[in-house]
């Protein structure tokens, strides 16, 4: 009697493979539950890494050019951008200050002049009361539905959020960040104490490789945001568009967010376009259009060459998902997350060979 032979795993595949697989896929899903349930807290944790992530990856550039010893580099870091940043204050800040009240001024006038257009036809007036009043509509708001979206950080009851307020959350985060950068290794090495050893050296690919993504994208996004606010502001200008620092600024600060932000940029600058005329407008939309296509076609592949790649349509589904889950915090933080997430998953996951290709 031939006893039955022991089933075999389709060719390609191991059970370390499928290990490895499984284990990716519980983390996720631990990640997401926990993102679910104390995402708040977890907004203003990824925010504080990622402060420390920037401030660890400027101080080993500078200790390129500077051989000094790790902290001595951080301090220098820390206080040439407090330098950097008083400057501005102290040069700048007058001008940008008048500018912006000027900015939320113009853009209140306009929206009011728009709503006042809206109510004059029955299309505007449905779009209206489709709209929340925080949004100049006419639908009233229940509960904290508008709260949700502005709110930056807090604990699942808004702790943080009442106890200190933006500026506390923010404050918060940067001091956090700061520690974390301090003495990076102290806080790496504990949590990989809390792995069981055999899957340590495992968790420590794992760690090095979302270190180096998160310096990546936060290095390739700095540079492209700074392109799209010169090129913006230079253009506006050119345009004699009033604001056109201001506009520039917002433009280059939402570019932050990938695709989503550049619409968000260029809402305002619009507006105070079609505030003078309507070719003036239709010029300023034309500016960021040609601007979006040189970024997206040119400037970014560059930048993904040396830094990350994100497929756009994970980056917008990412953008969406954290956005509903998390309101305005988890839309600014969706697309390094996701980096995050990618890293991640590049390493427990075996790369495709040719067959397995689609």
Not at 155 to 168: E, N, P, Q, V
Not at 247 to 276: C, T
Not at 324 to 338: V, Y
């Amino acid at each position: 009697m031939n006893s039955p032979s022991s089933p075999k795993l389709p060719a390609g595949f191991s059970l370390k493979k499928i290990s490895s697989t499984l284990q990716f896929a519980l983390i996720a899903a631990f990640c997401l539950l926990a993102i679910w349930l104390i995402g708040d807290i977890l907004m203003v944790l990824f925010a504080s890494t990622l402060v420390a992530v920037i401030l660890c990856g400027l101080t080993r550039k500078f200790q390129k050019f500077i051989p000094l010893p790790y902290w001595l580099a951080l301090t220098c870091v820390v206080v040439l951008l407090m330098v950097a940043l008083s400057s501005l204050i102290w040069f700048s800040g007058p001008e940008i200050g008048e500018q912006a009240i000027r900015l939320r001024t113009a853009l209140t006038t306009q929206a009011a002049h728009l709503r006042e257009t809206l109510h004059t036809s029955p299309l505007g007036n449905m779009l209206l009361n489709h709209l929340p009043r925080s949004l100049g509509g006419n639908r009233i708001e229940h509960g904290n539905e508008g709260m949700m979206g502005i709110r930056l950080a807090g604990s699942m009851s808004g702790i943080i959020s009442s106890a200190f307020g933006t500026l506390g959350t923010l404050a918060v985060i940067l001091m956090a960040g700061l520690y974390f950068a301090l003495s990076p290794s102290t806080y790496t090495n504990g949590i990989l104490r809390l792995v069981s050893k055999p899957y340590r050296m495992e968790a420590r690919k794992y760690l090095e490789a979302s270190g180096k993504t998160l310096w990546a994208w936060t290095a390739g996004q700095s540079l492209d945001m700074l392109v799209v606010g010169i090129f913006s502001a230079m253009g506006l200008w050119f345009l004699n568009v009033p604001l056109a620092f201001a506009l520039g600024v917002v433009a280059g600060l939402a570019n932050f967010i990938p695709y989503i932000g550049a619409i968000i940029g260029a809402i305002p600058a619009v507006i105070i376009g079609l505030s003078q005329s309507t070719q003036e407008g239709i010029f300023v939309l034309l500016l960021y259009m040609v601007i979006q296509f040189v970024e997206g076609n040119i400037l970014a592949p560059i930048i993904q060459r040396h830094a990350v790649h994100m497929p756009p349509g994970i980056t917008i589904l990412s953008q969406t998902i954290f956005g509903t889950i998390l309101g305005i915090p988890g839309l600014i933080l969706a697309t390094p997350l996701t980096a995050l997430f990618l890293a991640v998953g590049d390493k427990a996951t075996p790369p495709l060979t040719e067959e397995e290709k689609l």
